[in-house]
């Protein structure tokens, strides 16, 4: 006890009652702490998301400006990777949960829990949104949840299309959109690539968010992930908005589904066919590239010359 | 002196005539060292939070918006964490102190200090920021320090709920503000999860602020802690402001006090019941873990194979 | 099997039937790879800068002001540098290539194949903006594609000059910038000056280029880049805004060719002469400096006292 | 040759035609080597800020808002210190340099010369900015170049006290926020704190200028630099403003020069009284903390068991 008060807040802690207390509700399997963490970390990104929408929404811009709304998606991407990472690997989006399955790099058995609790993650986020904003939300729309017209509110939960966009333009919007997060997804963790640093990954990922928020939110509204459309969607639909949320937009709901995971396939393709199976082979890596990570790499190969095992080296040290 | 001028000037510093003359004001005890480090803490937060909301609000929005005020709280948040971290562990909040006592990470006997000194702190940072615009806010108000109207100016210092919020909404709005800060600040440091560096952690914390200020600000603007929220309101009971302080929006001052360490505790359990009493055993990190972390964690050991102790490895290799 | 659902979905992969089947597409010439990496680089660049371009423009500043452009820029830049770095160093401008090559650094006779590949992915990413905002640009300028006037839309995809700026103004203003992002990058990867971390640093090359936006922006939109300006006027040429792009701005073109190399050059010329040819030998750093990097840098090579050669001490261990 | 268009063009050049000629102009007095880092380091930091306060005047509002002047002046301070720190330390600021030799951190003999060149650099900035801003500049003010009133142009370079502000207003403000400056700077680089990683602190020193920016420039523009405020001055005072730069705002030139350096000082007081002096004894660090970088610093020292002297290992493992 004499020190513990020194440690940083963060520190890991030394097991006290309350830790054997809280340790009863331990889960050993693996699924299932997979699947709570997808679950805190998809609250988490749509919390602050929709809490963004909420707050600029009924404050009519006095309160933050669209990007504001931006920022609100990208830090809470952030934290809901720094969230979950460690546990389940933040996917936190089903589009690139089918992507790794894909390559091969996440189990397809794992895939339907996976997107399940990301769905139910991005629902109870909606609510507890609705929940925070409830007073807000009443007194900006005089208690009337419309979808459209001035005075909308669903737009806070859900993504719908600018009057303008038709439907194959709609559907070219989230086809590229979904294609360049994965694209710079697959480089920021690319370790024969220049990737980032490990801890600051979930930074860069909710960078991603950032720009594209900035760049392609404006045709109808950067959705990149069907659970963070569908879950929110379906509270909307349940909490008084009514099916109206379903038929706006030409029927615009199933385009945040179909065209993100269609997206998150082409960007893969895109980061693999033009980048990444051109690396040098695995095993010539310390020798044949000058480049910063990979001299990381040379330097750990050289503190533990027995262990040189191009495996070991990359899975182990880099990330 | 030859080579002194040439250290950059954040080097560490050799012992001189200042240094010496300095070290005769030197206290051992660790709780004044520590209760001073939080009182700075808080103050630099502070200062810069309130500055920049008398920024705003006394240049009518020309120097500055609802963002400028987020990103001051956000920046404040991050150097009062650098100024105090390595002393005190940089709390800055009593419901961080109060979550932390709870969780057994500090003892519950320092908790009156840290509270006493964290409200200190505002106090006299509200005072600072009085100081520098008291010309501004006497051009603003044209001399009348009122509470609410158009020419308000206790908004400067402590939160103020919004004209629609109900008592029970402005509750519901602190807990899951707080709550949502206190599962990212746990999760940012989870040696077991995946955390952020520890020299960039005073970053994320002032990021978790960001977003929240963007995100849930517009209720009732974001206390999320009791000592930032009572300070300043002491001081504007004490400056002119009267007794009004305490009487708007329904006597609105208890709530930040109460729901905010309310919120701490719910987002204490939040992340402990669905992320941190799931990880692996800590001695079986190092096998069972491919994450980032953790694998520095197994290099460290691997360099020092007499020391594999899974508390040492933990505590003092990776933060 | 067992543990690779765990693994964080940016890990190394272990190979799978889909990497054997991408694998089949690999090709191995350097040349190419550093061409198709220096190509999806600036493709990615343009995508995000000229996407927020194109929101800002067609959305007329409701979704995004100036500054959503200056990050657009900025973070585009960023995520095309770790897209590309590892495979082509991330050049992805024809003025960074040309003052590598002048400085000995790259070899001139790649210099045409990464000028155009440069072009090409400008080229490209210019016509996929104009495909996702297809109906955007429709809807703001009433399907009329103009170089000038109130509804113009050829700015979206290359600079224009403001029209108060005489030809000598605009010369200056490019030769100015390209000078400062020039001399930022070559000091950012200065392992003899203070350098960023090596996975950091395409970050701080977007930060450069933020900075310029808010500094530089207003008179000719500081195009700091021949390829990022000429892909897309000649994709504009094509489709259907005509020959005005080059008539423009009393034939405006030109400059943002000529000016930004002569820039580079000159940026180039400032950081070599004011700073990087004063510093001590290489082969005494870790005896004479006292700074950061370059202790690092000591701190290796007393790991490895058998290799201390200035020379992989300063290309392997600090990049 | 082989490789050498492999490496990324901030890797370290081997010796080339261009170096060697380079080279001659090579200077290898220290002093004259750090007059240079410093000017240009100064010039960086202006070039940019000021270019961001001409585009958003010269716009009005249109290409930016005040806190695009705060991203320019904190960006610019970032470049700044990377341009300089591995050479002169990167102090940029006359107060900052008087606070070092105040400290015994820097010889009193050096402080003349580091400020005339930080003076120089700022006057030569200044001029940049004029010119690539010239044509802007006479289109937005008609030609007459003035210190007040609505087209006024000299609040480019110089900083002026807002109208309301008293002269003791006006000190209070420079010393307040140069104080919190010097306390933010302090705790970055204190290595028994919570230091930021060396690699970044350019980062978080621009940070801290963003804060104060958005906390405390209403008043009078944040000049926090006497190297800042002058040399623009004496370009303004030069180039056709007159001699009215020195007389606006009741003869307010002096301020910035006087009350930075005297906040400075004050900054310096609070952190070392409040922190710094009261860290535990030097030797007894790796003992004594279980803070993150003071842990970083026990690795090392078991790393090399015989070179456990504290000195060694404050100066040379942590920066």
Request: glycine share 10%; proline share 5%; hydrophobic share 45%.
């Amino acid at each position: 006890m004499r020190t513990l008060h020194k440690l940083p807040f963060w520190c890991p802690k030394h097991a006290t009652g309350m830790d054997r207390l809280l340790n009863t509700f331990r889960i050993r399997s693996s699924l299932v702490r997979e699947c709570l963490a997808e679950c805190l970390g998809v609250y988490i990104m749509i919390l602050f998301g929709c809490g963004s929408v909420a707050q600029v929404t009924t404050s009519e811009n006095s309160n933050g400006h669209y990007l504001s709304i931006n920022l609100g998606f990208a830090l809470g991407t952030t934290f809901g990777v720094y969230v979950s990472r460690g546990v389940s690997g933040a996917h936190l989006n089903p589009a690139v949960s089918l992507s790794l399955c894909f390559l091969g790099r996440h189990p397809w058995t794992r895939l339907p829990f996976y997107v399940l609790f990301q769905i139910l993650g991005a629902f109870m986020a909606a609510a507890t949104v609705a929940l925070q904003y409830y007073d807000a939300i009443q007194f900006y729309s005089g208690g009337h949840l419309t979808v459209s017209g001035p005075k909308a509110t669903a737009g806070i939960f859900s993504t719908y299309p600018a009057d303008y966009l038709s439907l194959w333009g709609g559907i070219m919007d989230q086809v590229v959109g979904t294609a360049a997060l994965m694209v710079c997804i697959l480089a920021l963790g690319d370790t024969r690539n220049s990737p980032a640093p490990a801890g600051l990954q979930p930074v860069l990922v909710g960078a991603v968010v950032l720009v594209i928020g900035v760049s392609m939110g404006s045709n109808s509204g950067y959705a990149l992930n069907p659970a963070r459309d569908i879950g929110p969607r379906l509270f909307t639909y349940i909490a008084g908005w009514g099916d109206e949320v379903f038929r706006a937009g030409r029927s615009w709901w199933w385009v945040p589904l179909v065209a993100t995971c269609a997206g998150a396939l082409v960007g893969t393709l895109i980061y693999e066919l033009l980048i990444e199976v051109h690396h040098p082979e695995k095993g010539l890596i310390s020798e044949s590239s000058a480049q910063g990570q990979a001299t990381e790499n040379r330097q750990a190969v050289e503190l533990h010359p027995e262990k040189n095992n191009p495996k070991d080296g990359l899975d182990g040290t880099l990330m």
